[in-house]
């Protein structure tokens, strides 16, 4: 049964950069030998994620890149912006707008702390929710 798990950006140090919690859940779905895809909206956020899985400390590497080549198949942590089309992997981050059509095995979603950002996110709970997938909610 698929999962849709939203994560509530609750901490100070996620508030300022939400990205960080994004490279927090990459590292943990490496760490667990997870294929993951991050969603991302635009080029400019693809271009942040990928320089801040750059630097995640001594300790974390993160083998990921932007996709776009023929490496793609072969990265554990695929960024993928609008206008490249990749095949959905077991574990999506999703940072569009719009909830993730297609076939995985989980969903995470990265809700917003500011609270006029979460309505869309309210509406993507309800769509999982009809489409029969299992749903958990995390403070952050």
Not at 11 to 23: A, D, G, S
Not at 48 to 68: K, S
């Given at each position: 049964?698929?999962?849709?798990?939203?994560?509530?950006?609750?901490k100070e140090r996620f508030r300022e950069e939400p990205l960080r919690l994004v490279c927090e859940l990459a590292r943990k779905?490496?760490?667990?030998?997870?294929w993951t895809l991050?969603?991302?909206r635009d080029a400019d956020?693809?271009?942040?994620?990928?320089?801040?899985l750059w630097d995640m400390g001594d300790d974390a590497y993160i083998p990921h890149q932007i996709a776009g080549d023929e490496e793609d198949e072969l990265t554990p942590v695929l960024i993928a912006t609008p206008d490249t089309d990749v095949p959905l992997r077991p574990l999506v981050i999703?940072?569009?707008d719009g909830a993730v059509d297609g076939s995985f095995e989980r969903?995470?979603?990265v809700v917003p702390a500011d609270?006029?950002?979460?309505g869309p996110?309210?509406?993507?709970?309800?769509?999982y929710q009809a489409r029969g997938l299992t749903l958990n909610k995390y403070d952050m």
């Amino acid at each position: 049964m698929p999962r849709a798990d939203f994560y509530l950006i609750a901490k100070e140090r996620f508030r300022e950069e939400p990205l960080r919690l994004v490279c927090e859940l990459a590292r943990k779905a490496y760490d667990a030998n997870l294929w993951t895809l991050v969603l991302v909206r635009d080029a400019d956020q693809a271009e942040q994620l990928d320089e801040m899985l750059w630097d995640m400390g001594d300790d974390a590497y993160i083998p990921h890149q932007i996709a776009g080549d023929e490496e793609d198949e072969l990265t554990p942590v695929l960024i993928a912006t609008p206008d490249t089309d990749v095949p959905l992997r077991p574990l999506v981050i999703n940072l569009r707008d719009g909830a993730v059509d297609g076939s995985f095995e989980r969903v995470l979603e990265v809700v917003p702390a500011d609270e006029s950002s979460r309505g869309p996110l309210r509406e993507r709970w309800k769509q999982y929710q009809a489409r029969g997938l299992t749903l958990n909610k995390y403070d952050m």
